[in-house]
């Protein structure tokens, strides 16, 4: 990251690291700015507003002749450490947050389209970023297409018309569909497109789209950044020229603002982050692979199994599979929701990415929204359930799952 994110307050100045710290390393410290203070741990601006000495002061703020914070919709002093904190571990130019992930997904859309646009999307996309695409933007006159996820042929295809948008969600909630983000990428920007990838799945741990070609990266920190089931947030990651100069403009008038106190939740949670996903990620991998060997079960979708039908392009693109499991029973709804109703661990809850294991039944929950053909698109059947692994330890979780498919 660069030396400028580290922004040390007259307080306690020290010499900045003149070597490129690890991502580790940005999470607990990236975007820093101490009061006069002091103080240990980030500060907590829970104001709304700003003072200026004087009026001639206030009109060189709003000008943009001197550096001042205005309002708490356009930004606050602890929102920016989170923003820098998060571009920082990104190695994104900057980063923008959110009251929530769908904020931002619109948010992500609306600032490039106008009537007569076209985007081009996954077909497996989780529910809202769906509604978002084939029902309310659509009402303004934005045009889309859906493409399998996987299918390069279908990509190139689409990506022959003039496109301003592409939206991919890899892997995919919750069936773990998964999307080549480079060689899109670059049929996208044959045709000028803006690729934007839902890295909610896969979290800033396993993936970066950034490095892959894509020019923005959305998150719903209210999973994995949170990760302890507190707060809503959203954030985009991208160029000065995506961030500073389409999103914000459309953001300050829109007002989809982050609180700067969910702002100081996530930050004390990104200290955490790496270590607490990478524990995740190893009972997942772990429960996955005892799940293929259990002969109540259909099929089950993990990006960290060799049995992933897309397995080469994970090698690829992601450094691990993640920390949720697609779960197909043989049977039937009734036979879902008995396993669901036999744990004793794991809650039934429709979060993902929490430090709580969590399971969930999308056709009747989180998916309910989209038709039932929608839905078998997806693979999203009846017997379908996505379990979000938490930091229990593993082997309890195992236990419960057992004795849960016993019953
Ligand atoms: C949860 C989720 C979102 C939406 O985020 P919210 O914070 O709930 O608004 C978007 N995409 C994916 C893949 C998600 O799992």
């Known amino acids: 990251m660069s030396k400028e994110s580290w922004g040390y307050q007259p307080r306690n100045q020290r010499p900045e690291p003149d070597w490129e710290t690890n991502s580790q390393t940005d999470a607990v410290r990236a975007g820093l700015s101490r009061t006069g203070f002091g103080e240990t741990s980030e500060a907590l601006f829970l104001t709304s507003g700003f003072t200026y000495s004087s009026a001639q002061e206030a009109l060189d703020s709003f000008t943009d002749q001197t550096d001042h914070f205005l309002y708490s919709r356009f930004h606050n002093p602890t929102v920016e450490v989170f923003e820098k904190r998060l571009a920082a571990i990104e190695g994104a130019e900057y980063a923008h947050s959110f009251s929530s992930g769908m904020a931002a997904v619109f948010a992500s859309l609306a600032c490039l389209v106008e009537a007569g646009d076209h985007i081009v999307a996954s ?12 029902e309310i933007l659509p009402k303004w006159g934005v045009t889309y297409e859906l493409v399998k996820a996987n299918d390069l042929g279908a990509w190139e295809k689409a990506l022959s018309k003039p496109t301003k948008a592409v939206f991919i969600e890899t892997p995919s909630n919750p069936l773990m569909e998964i999307t080549d983000i480079r060689a899109v990428s670059e049929l996208a920007h044959k045709v000028g497109a803006t690729v934007i990838v839902d890295n909610v799945m896969a979290s800033p741990i396993f993936q970066r789209p950034l490095e892959l070609g894509a020019d923005v990266v ?3 920190a209210t999973k994995h950044i949170d990760g302890q089931g507190r707060v809503l947030a959203g954030a985009l990651l991208g160029s000065f020229s995506y961030i500073q100069e389409k999103l914000v403009p459309f953001t300050r008038h829109t007002g989809p603002s982050l609180s700067a106190f969910n702002a100081w939740v996530l930050l ?15 009972s997942t991998q772990k429960i996955a692979e005892y799940l293929e060997s259990r002969s109540e079960i259909k099929s089950v979708r993990y990006p960290g199994l060799a049995s992933h039908p897309d397995a080469a392009v994970i090698k690829k693109q992601m450094t691990g599979g993640g920390t949720t499991i697609g779960i197909e029973f043989k049977g039937s709804q009734k036979d879902a929701f008995k396993f669901m109703d036999s744990l004793r661990i794991i809650d ?6 929490d430090s709580k294991s969590l399971i969930t039944h999308p056709s009747s929950t989180t998916h309910r929204r989209l038709s039932p053909e929608v839905q078998a698109g997806m693979g999203i059947t009846p017997s379908v359930v996505r379990l979000s692994v938490g930091l229990e330890h593993v082997d309890d979780l195992i236990k419960d799952i057992d004795q849960a498919l016993k019953s």
């Open 348 to 353: 039934i809850s429709n979060n993902l990415g």
């Open 218 to 220: 959305m998150y719903s």
């Open 268 to 282: 004390k949670s990104l200290e955490t982050m790496e270590m607490r996903v990478t524990q995740m990620n190893a």
């Open 123 to 134: 077909a497996a996309m989780f529910s809202s970023c769906h509604v978002v695409i084939t």
